[in-house]
């Protein structure tokens, strides 16, 4: 566990899958990408039992005064490079809808930026898809850099 200010980071549980697949689906993008239903995909629960069987993958939920606030992935990716450098990847990151433009996210990607000096990785990468302008400024602001070109090859 992970606190930063009043935000927890904690693992996820298997019983908080559909509140995940909420918040990854509450937004212009996310909507067009997953899909609450009831009952939810069962692909969503294989997900994370994978991510919970890695141990260089972790879901997290976000919390503050005992209410989940917000989500997140970390990966860590060991590497060569770099003299053998290690990684951590910040993926879907998600606050909820009431509670966007709080100081939430800043303080989840402080505790990610934790837990990876925590694991000794040398850098911290996160993509953003470019839709996505106002999350671009907000991770600059944080002091990220977009130093590369990502690409995506969709196989589905």
Known sequence: MTEKKGVTLRDARRDEVP???????DDMLGSTRDRVS?????AY????????????????????????????????IPGLGR???????????RVVGPRRG??????????AVDLAR?????????????SRTDAHRFYERLGFVASHVG??????
């Open 38 to 42: 009831d009952p939810l995909s069962a």
């Open 102 to 111: 709080t100081g939430i996210g800043r303080e989840m990607i402080s505790a």
């Open 118 to 130: 925590a694991r000794g990785c040398r850098s911290v990468e996160l993509g953003s898809h470019k």
């Open 83 to 93: 003299r053998g450098a290690t990684k951590m990847l910040i993926e879907e990151v």
């Open 151 to 156: 690409m995506k090859l969709a196989l589905d």
């Open 45 to 76: 629960y294989q997900a994370f039992d994978d991510i919970a069987a890695s141990p260089d993958n972790r879901l997290l939920i976000a919390e503050l005064d005992d209410a989940v606030v917000g989500t997140l992935q970390v990966t860590f």
């Open 19 to 25: 509140l995940i697949v909420a918040m990854l689906a």
